[in-house]
Nanobody, 127 residues
Framework: QVQVVESGGGLVQAGGSLRLSCAAS????????MGWFRQAPGKEREFVAT????????YYTDSVKGRFTISRANARNTVYLQMNSLKPEDTAVYYC????????????????????WGQGTQVTVSS
């Protein structure tokens, strides 16, 4: 079992950047494919990006392609989401999630595909 904790959220102006971190504990993060989701007020939780256990494969939702980059440092048990050219519509609580590297589907884009979740970190983009 793994526990994940997000950090790095905050308030930024449109066009700015933030880097979110997801620190894992309990089991090595290399045992898991990892994902980032977000949830805006009054909306359902939506998929943002996912990365395979080795970092060799990534997948993004269309709205963030070319602006966001997911990466991981397994030696540090950490996954990152670099967010550039932020827009007000990126405002949401961002969640990190994990699913075991064996048996899961790729890419895993539904919240129900993931077994472990963090508490989230708020990202607010002002216009």
């Amino acid at each position: 079992q793994v526990q994940v904790v997000e950090s790095g959220g905050g308030l930024v102006q449109a066009g700015g950047s933030l880097r979110l971190s997801c620190a894992a504990s309990g089991r090595t993060v290399s045992s898991y494919n990892m994902g980032w989701f977000r949830q805006a007020p009054g909306k359902e939780r939506e998929f943002v990006a996912t990365i395979s256990w080795s970092g060799g494969s990534t997948y993004y939702t269309d709205s963030v392609k070319g602006r966001f980059t997911i990466s991981r440092a397994n030696a540090r048990n950490t996954v990152y989401l670099q967010m550039n050219s932020l827009k007000p519509e990126d405002t949401a609580v961002y969640y990190c999630a994990a699913v075991g590297r064996y048996g899961g589907k790729w890419p895993a884009v539904a919240p129900t595909d993931y077994a472990y979740w963090g508490q989230g970190t708020q990202v607010t983009v002002s216009s």
